[in-house]
């Protein structure tokens, strides 16, 4: 069965951390280049970071930077989210998402909610 299911989220308090995990099964893993994304209540999905599939180049929407560090592990098919820091606008359900040439796949989402 082909999907991406995420962990992780919470409830943090502003200042603090969190670590995402996105776990891929029913596809090369190793192929894809991997992304997670977010989405606040009542705006559009955005992109946070995302990863090559060799995990060789990074990029960071620049309210993250500094911030949050994506990483993955192709031999566990998994990749993470640590986000360091964390402000309440933060606030979002993060989704993970896979892509290759032929394939779009999205996970079904973690929350996280930055508040005191």
């Known amino acids: 069965q082909v999907q991406l299911v995420e962990s992780g989220g919470g409830l943090v308090q502003p200042g603090g951390s969190l670590r995402l995990s996105c776990i891929a099964s029913?596809?090369?893993?190793?192929?894809?280049?991997m992304s997670w994304y977010r989405q606040a209540p009542g705006k559009q999905r955005e992109l946070v970071a995302r990863?090559?599939?060799?995990?060789?180049?990074?990029n960071y929407a620049d309210s993250v930077k500094g911030r949050f560090t994506i990483s993955r592990d192709n031999a566990k098919n998994t990749v993470f989210l640590q986000m360091n820091s964390l402000k309440p606008e933060d606030t979002a359900v993060y989704y993970c998402n896979a892509l290759s040439i032929t394939t779009n796949l999205w996970g079904q989402g973690t929350q996280v909610t930055v508040s005191s």
């Open positions: 990863i090559t599939s060799a995990g060789d180049i990074t």
């Open positions: 029913g596809f090369t893993f190793s192929s894809y280049r």
